[in-house]
């Protein structure tokens, strides 16, 4: 890990002293998205002014009214650096967050999201989710126009801009009415993408993005007609993929749909919940068996795929040794899998069983 010693400087009439700055990314204080540090065209200069705003013994007003003008400036190198430093002095001091919405930051850095300049845009789009990390500063992001912005950056943005975007939708959607904005600013299938293609980072960040927002019926019915399922089920069989627990608990709450079972049977679903009960972890194996219990309650055809994957002998396996909610789900499937696989069965089984919670 590299560190660079700084000697003193002056900035704005102040002089900083004995500074260093770790040249290596780090992530956010929260949300594990931010790429701080790799700025090839930052000068020195401004990287030491940046971690000497963050002390504690700084008082960066003056330094934020500053940057806030900057970044209406004509000069598009101008809004870069005022939008960089805005996005650092943002990162891990919760007082600059909101220093820098009261002093009028969030609307020009919006506009700088819808910027036809890559870079430009990262920058306002990660500056924006710094700022969201406060929560007194989501209602108003959200009500100044930022997710349509931050929508199409996840569309078309570059990595890391797409990445934030969704890490700055998924802090949106913490409050719940705008979860439903989001879904009709046609944020899903972008989502679903950045899942399917994205590094490890972007996976995480849109699967949590996508359980946020799939609590809202509507946007269930996107995920899957966005194609959720196959995704989903390829990060749930890869278990180097790091991905199994959170792919699951997305799978977890599209389930309860009709549509969702059937596209998550089509897409080779079963196999793969039988094989993480009888191998994966015991929150896994709890995941699995409460997906399949679902799958399995008002469908004859799907117990039977079940059975013939083998899942009652790690299924009994799970009713002897899981939690107490593992063993209750494992003990319930059994039971509807053990039943006559013609008639109506299901309709003598009790509902309660497959409560997918957690």
Do not use: H, W
Not at 158 to 173: D, F, Q
Not at 322 to 346: D, F, H, M, V, Y
């Amino acid at each position: 890990m590299e560190t660079e010693v700084q000697s003193n400087f002056t900035y704005m009439g102040r002089t900083f002293t004995g500074l260093g700055i770790n040249e290596s990314s780090s992530a956010f204080s929260d949300c594990n998205s931010d790429r701080s540090g790799e700025f090839p065209t930052a000068s020195s200069q401004s990287r030491r002014l940046l971690i000497a705003c963050a002390s504690d013994n700084y008082n960066s007003d003056e330094l934020i009214q500053q940057l806030v003008s900057d970044l209406e400036s004509n000069s598009i190198d101008v809004q870069k650096q005022a939008a960089m430093e805005i996005r650092l002095l943002a990162k891990n001091k919760p007082e600059n967050r909101l220093k820098i919405a009261r002093a009028g930051a969030i609307k020009p850095l919006i506009s700088l999201i819808s910027s036809t300049d890559l870079q430009l845009q990262e920058y306002g789009v990660t500056a924006v989710l710094n700022l969201s990390l406060c929560d007194e500063n989501k209602e108003l992001i959200a009500e100044s126009g930022a997710i349509k912005p931050l929508v199409r950056a996840l569309k078309i943005g570059n990595s890391t801009a797409k990445e934030n975007s969704a890490c700055a939708l998924l802090r949106l959607s913490q409050i719940e009415e705008n979860k439903i904005a989001i879904g009709r600013s046609d944020a899903i299938p972008p989502l679903v993408n950045l899942l399917e293609t994205g590094n490890f980072r972007g996976k995480k960040d849109a699967s949590t993005a996508l359980f946020c927002l799939c609590t809202v019926k509507e946007n269930k019915i996107r995920a899957v007609q966005a194609g959720v399922m196959k995704p989903l089920v390829e990060l749930m069989a890869d278990f180097s993929s790091n991905m199994v627990d959170k792919s699951a608990f997305v799978m977890s709450v599209l389930i309860s749909m009709a549509e969702a079972r059937a596209a998550a049977v089509d897409e080779g679903g079963i196999p793969v919940l039988v094989e993480i009960v009888e191998v994966g972890s015991q929150r896994q194996k709890e995941i699995a068996a409460a997906i399949l219990l679902q799958l399995c309650e008002d469908s004859v055809s799907y117990r039977t795929m079940v059975a013939r994957e083998g899942a009652i002998p790690p299924l009994v396996a799970l009713s002897q040794s899981g939690t107490n909610r593992a063993k209750q789900k494992a003990e319930t499937l059994i039971g509807l899998l053990r039943q006559p696989r013609s008639g109506n069965a299901a309709a003598t089984t009790p509902a309660r069983g497959s409560d997918v919670s957690f």
